[in-house]
């Protein structure tokens, strides 16, 4: 008996000792985990002049490479100024190995002296026999963080040339214009001078609600310890992962002005309250431009596409409703619309993207859109 009340004895020293060798280890787990910078994405973004100077925005402005826009919008507005050239640079180039990167993670913009990212020829006199598609848009025309060559914008014109068509495709992607009814306004006030023979407007969700830049992210709260959520950051639900027993688009378009400049998700100066699907702005604006095209018998055409997140085999999109809205709106004012979310459902949202930090559509995205673009423009314009 004796014997065995030692045995115990001894077993349970070594249990705490054990105990303690963990709580200890965790402690110091933890104060290293807090002397490290906080945790970032991979590919930040960041822009270079060709000099490899770095660009500051108000500098920018200061300098007139970046320039109030030259016609009437709802809000002000800027755009990068006509004839500038720049890079788009991306950290982490050295693990990411994207390879429509160089070698520092950049990637060109050069904008014509009409301030898009077009080609320097392009201007209001149309050649005779010509068609021009102009496509209006914000990061997603304008093909943010991808050669101008890569973007579903160029994709579209070189498919529909194939067959001999002097047909052209003109990018007045975030020239200037960041929603809906900004499109509108830069179409009838700008982008008419270069004689569009279709118009294809591309709507992208932050266009019609609040978000959070290109995604609707619920990071969980903190609980203090730092080992504790990095550990929940791996195993548990990541902040795109949404719920799916809510009804995210339902709670979103009912969001409160106030309740979304509280949490971050409108941006006066950027998604504004006023220019969301809730207040009819976006719908309205599409009746307008419609009309405006409709008497010049011009084919006006709508895209749509998705938040690249909760795409993928096994997972859930938390968005379907707001599609669905869009398409009847279409449909009950006669504009054509495709939705764009089919061609990219089966591509794990990851695999989209430009960087982990940015979740713009990269080459792949933009090469599964294609088909269905094109398919689209052909049926709606016979070309």
């Given at each position: ?7 115990r ?19 110091l ?5 807090r ?7 991979l590919?930040?973004?960041?822009y ?49 190995r ?61 498919e529909?040339r ?28 700008r ?5 569009p ?43 795109i ?57 011009v084919?006006?055409?709508?895209v ?15 968005f ?7 398409a009847?709106?279409?449909?009950q ?33 933009q ?17």
């Open positions: 008996m004796a014997e065995t009340k030692m045995r004895r001894r077993g349970m020293a070594a249990a705490a000792v054990a105990l303690a060798a963990t709580v200890a280890a965790l402690a787990a933890e104060l290293a985990l002397q490290l910078p906080a945790a970032r994405p590919g930040e973004l960041s270079e002049l060709p000099d490899g100077t770095r660009i500051e925005f108000m500098k920018a402005i200061e300098q007139g490479r970046i320039v109030p826009v030259p016609w009437e919008t709802p809000r002000p507005r800027y755009m990068i100024g006509p004839g500038q050239q720049y890079f788009l640079r991306y950290t982490d180039q050295d693990v990411l994207r390879d429509w990167l160089d070698e520092r993670g950049r990637v060109g913009v050069e904008n014509n002296r009409l301030g898009l990212r077009e080609r320097a020829d392009l201007d209001e006199n149309k050649t005779a026999g010509q068609r021009r598609v102009l496509c209006l848009g914000d990061s997603f025309t304008f093909g943010w963080g991808i050669p101008v060559e890569q973007n579903w914008v160029r994709l579209l014109e070189d529909l194939r067959d001999g068509k002097d047909v052209r495709t003109v990018n007045c992607g975030a020239a200037g214009t960041v929603c809906v009814d900004e499109y509108w306004y830069g179409l009838k006030n982008f008419h001078v270069l004689q023979d279709a118009v294809v407007i591309t709507i992208c969700l932050n266009d019609l609600i609040p978000s959070s830049g290109l995604n609707v992210l619920v990071p969980p709260p903190a609980t203090g310890l730092q080992l504790l959520d990095r550990l929940r950051a791996v195993v548990g639900r990541r902040p992962d949404l719920d799916p027993k809510f009804d995210w688009v339902g709670h979103l378009l009912a969001m409160p002005k106030e309740e979304g400049l509280a949490a971050g998700l409108y941006d006066p100066s950027d998604k504004p309250f006023e220019a969301m699907w809730s207040q009819g702005v976006p719908q309205k604006s599409l009746r307008e431009a419609k009309a405006w095209c409709d008497a010049r018998k084919p006006l055409l709508v749509l596409w998705p938040f690249l997140q909760g795409l993928g085999p096994g997972s859930w999109y938390p379907t409703k707001l599609h669905e809205l869009v009847a709106d279409c449909q004012a006669g504009i054509p619309f495709l939705d764009v979310l089919p061609s990219l459902q089966a591509t794990p949202s990851e695999d989209l993207w430009v960087t982990p930090a940015d979740p713009h559509p990269n080459p792949l995205a090469r599964l859109a294609l088909p269905a673009i094109a398919a689209f423009v052909r049926a709606q314009t016979g070309w």
